[in-house]
């Protein structure tokens, strides 16, 4: 019995005097997690290895000829669509613009047709205005001496009156007609119509028919030099009016003889026309 006692005692003793076994810190476990990873990561980055190399040839299997064949005729099959898709859109890309200059060219034609019969318009109511309105013109000169039979002549002592006709094809109003009696060493380049006579017609000229207007007479010189005789230029201007109010003029001009129941036209644009 007390050698039992001396063993439970000598035991216990053994173990009060070894150190305690130290137990598993957190930086311990923390430095363990650690390594497992980084050889779990090396186990798992195998890029680039034989394992797991960065470029793989993909070795596609041998085609046998009917495949060939059909890979051919789809090739040559897209090439040629291509072709007829590029031809098909530049002949329509050509057409397009054909039909831009066709269009712009048209439109210029059409334009120019356009102004050309505006123009050929306005020539034709010119022509049938200027045809269809009356015409009044000056066509002679009547001249009367003024002296007796078997007196002297004496210089300018005459009377004058003109010859009117309507050669045109409407009616037309006489608004006046009026002369001057000038000089023709004075006359001046310009006619001027003011203070003017007064000559008698008829309001109305119808179509081809004449008239005469009154007659005048210039200041006589009785007991003058014929050589020296004064020289009269007799000029004037009809107006009259179409049935639809528009004016026109006929101008006139005369050169008469001082001794004889003579006269010629006065040639001067200024002087003599119409409109």
């Known amino acids: 019995m007390r050698w039992l006692l001396f063993s439970l005692v000598l035991a216990f003793g053994i173990a009060t005097s070894q150190e305690p076994i130290p137990s598993p810190t957190k930086d311990t476990e923390s430095s363990k997690t650690h390594v497992a990873k980084g050889k779990q990561k090396a186990k798992q980055d195998q890029r680039g290895t034989a394992n797991s190399p960065l470029v793989v040839d993909v070795i596609r ?35 397009n613009g054909i039909l831009a200059v066709s269009t712009v060219l048209l439109w210029l034609v059409t334009g120019r047709a356009a102004r050309a019969a505006e123009e050929s318009a306005k020539a034709s109511v010119i022509a049938l205005t200027d045809l269809e309105r ?13 002296e007796d039979a078997g007196t002297p002549i004496v210089p300018n002592y005459y009377w004058i009156s003109f010859v009117c006709r309507n050669v045109g094809r409407a009616p037309a109003i006489v608004e006046e007609c009026i002369i001057k009696i000038q ?9 001027d119509y003011s203070d003017p ?5 008829p309001a109305t000229i ?23 005789a004064t020289e009269y230029v007799i000029y004037g201007r009809l107006i009259y009016k179409e049935l639809g109010g528009k004016r026109h003029h006929s101008r006139f001009a005369v050169q008469v003889s001082p001794l004889l129941a003579a006269a010629m036209p006065y040639f001067s644009d200024a002087y003599d026309g119409y409109d």
């Open 206 to 228: 119808s179509v081809g028919t004449d008239f005469e207007t009154s007659v005048v007479g210039p200041p006589s010189q009785p007991g003058v030099d014929p050589n020296k």
């Open 197 to 201: 006579i007064h000559l008698g017609c």
């Open 134 to 146: 009356p015409w009044i013109f000056i066509e002679k000169t009547h001249i009367k001496r003024r």
């Open 183 to 191: 000089d023709i060493k004075t006359l001046p380049e310009i006619p």
């Open 61 to 95: 299997p041998q085609k046998n000829e009917a495949e060939a064949a059909q890979d051919s005729k789809d090739h040559n099959d897209k090439a040629t669509e291509a072709r007829f898709s590029f031809w098909f859109n530049f002949l329509l890309v050509l057409f």
